[in-house]
């Protein structure tokens, strides 16, 4: 899995390459200042709301009062490290949504942009069908919904977790891996949707290298570190740069 972790980041590497010597920047810049907007905008409210939902939970059960009263170090340490946990879950709670929100609204694009590459390597071209546009839309849409009910028993077993002290701490990264991996799902599933798998052989074929989908996600989200152009970057680049594993994964 490690090794396939690898390929997928340096895919990105080689997709920037890619989009630049064939000048899909009309593909990348459009769909990508859309992701930004709408992610500054659903970070603005998702921030003001989570601190108060936190703040709200923390006064109803009177955990400052209690621990005031007890005046012990540790406990105020222990109870401080678990409030950070809560609000790095909340982000990636809101990563989740929004991923999907956005998955759902860009699998035209996306859709294009993985086949658009692929006709490039293949030198040919694959003939546009709406019927089977709007095929690939509906299955995107179902995979989507599908990995969002199983990424939410995750994500609330973890936030569960969360709550036991110390144990509790190692939740946000498990949160990031499974976040990582859903993305990642995603953008391989367009690759597997044109070679003629059905959702379930989709599946089996992610599963079977769950490295690709986890580093191509997790790739997608260090970009989020720089501003504005990582958020534009990261969709596109990540459609791409999944393309390109697949392809290496198959010659090999």
Same mark, same amino acid.
């Given at each position: 899995m490690?090794?396939e972790?690898?390929i997928? %980041? ?12 064939h ?9 990508? /200042? *859309?992701y ?5 905008t ?5 921030v ?5 939902a936190?703040n ?5 059960i009177?955990?400052?009062r209690?621990?005031?009263?007890? @005046? ?7 109870? /401080?490290?678990g409030?950070?946990? /809560?609000?790095?879950l909340l982000v990636?709670?809101y990563?989740s949504?929004? @991923?999907y929100?956005?998955? %759902? ?6 859709a294009? *942009?993985s086949e658009k ?6 030198g ?12 690939d839309?509906l ?7 599908r ?6 028993? $995750?994500?609330v077993?973890?936030?569960? *977790?969360?709550f ?12 990031l891996f499974?976040?990582? $991996?859903? $993305?990642?799902?995603?953008? /391989?599933?367009y ?5 003629k798998?059905?959702? &379930? ?7 079977d290298? @769950?490295g690709?989908?986890?580093?191509n996600?997790?790739?997608f $989200?260090l970009?989020? &570190?720089?501003?504005v152009?990582g958020?534009i970057?990261?969709?596109t680049? &990540?459609?791409v &740069?999944?393309t390109?594993?697949?392809?290496q %994964?198959?010659? @090999?």
């Amino acid at each position: 899995m490690l090794k396939e972790i690898i390929i997928a %980041i340096q895919s990105y590497y080689r997709a920037h390459h890619f989009i630049r010597e064939h000048r899909l920047w009309r593909w990348i810049i459009i769909p990508g /200042v *859309l992701y930004m907007l709408l992610f500054i905008t659903g970070l603005y409210f998702f921030v003001g709301s989570s601190n108060d939902a936190v703040n709200y939970l923390s006064n109803l059960i009177g955990i400052d009062r209690w621990l005031q009263e007890q @005046k012990n170090p540790f406990l105020n340490f222990l109870f /401080v490290m678990g409030n950070i946990m /809560v609000r790095l879950l909340l982000v990636f709670f809101y990563f989740s949504f929004f @991923k999907y929100f956005f998955l %759902i609204v860009g699998s035209p694009v996306f859709a294009y *942009l993985s086949e658009k590459t692929e006709s490039i390597l293949e030198g040919r071209d694959f003939p546009f069908s709406f019927r089977q546009l709007l095929k690939d839309i509906l299955r995107g849409i179902r995979l989507s919904l599908r990995n969002m009910l199983w990424q939410t028993v $995750y994500t609330v077993s973890i936030l569960i *977790l969360s709550f036991i002290p110390v144990v509790g701490w190692v939740s946000p990264m498990l949160s990031l891996f499974t976040e990582c $991996y859903y $993305y990642g799902f995603s953008m /391989v599933d367009y690759s597997c949707e044109r070679r003629k798998l059905s959702p &379930a052989e989709s599946i089996r074929f992610i599963t079977d290298h @769950k490295g690709l989908a986890i580093g191509n996600g997790l790739l997608f $989200y260090l970009m989020h &570190a720089v501003p504005v152009l990582g958020w534009i970057l990261a969709p596109t680049y &990540a459609v791409v &740069a999944a393309t390109l594993s697949v392809r290496q %994964i198959e010659n @090999k």
